[in-house]
Nanobody, 122 residues
Framework: QVHLVESGGGLVQAGGSLRLSCAASGRTFSGYAMGWFRQAPGKEREFVATISWSGGTTYYTDSVKGRFTISRDNAKNTVYLQMNSLKSEDTAVYYC???????????????WGQGTQVTVSS
């Protein structure tokens, strides 16, 4: 079992930045790929970014490429999502998830955090 806790969300103006963190405890964190997903009000949950267990492979959804960066520190059991040039359409609850491989599909992930709210004001 892996327990995930997100932090770092908040209210920011358009064009600003936030860094989300996801701290993991339980089973070996470094053995899992980690992903970030988000869900806006009235919309389905969508993939944002994922990183392989080694950090050597990353994927992003097109709408965040060049603005968001996913990274991980296996020594700290933490994965990050650096979000720059934020837009109002980035407003959502952001979830981190852990699974056996880096995937854009949420059904590939076994463990989920509780989410953190990101609100971007225009």
């Amino acid at each position: 079992q892996v327990h995930l806790v997100e932090s770092g969300g908040g209210l920011v103006q358009a064009g600003g930045s936030l860094r989300l963190s996801c701290a993991a405890s339980g089973r070996t964190f470094s053995g899992y790929a980690m992903g970030w997903f988000r869900q806006a009000p009235g919309k389905e949950r969508e993939f944002v970014a994922t990183i392989s267990w080694s950090g050597g492979t990353t994927y992003y959804t097109d709408s965040v490429k060049g603005r968001f960066t996913i990274s991980r520190d296996n020594a700290k059991n933490t994965v990050y999502l650096q979000m720059n040039s934020l837009k109002s359409e980035d407003t959502a609850v952001y979830y981190c998830a852990g699974g056996p491989w880096a995937s854009r599909q949420d059904e590939s992930y076994r463990y989920w955090g509780q989410g953190t709210q990101v609100t971007v004001s225009s």
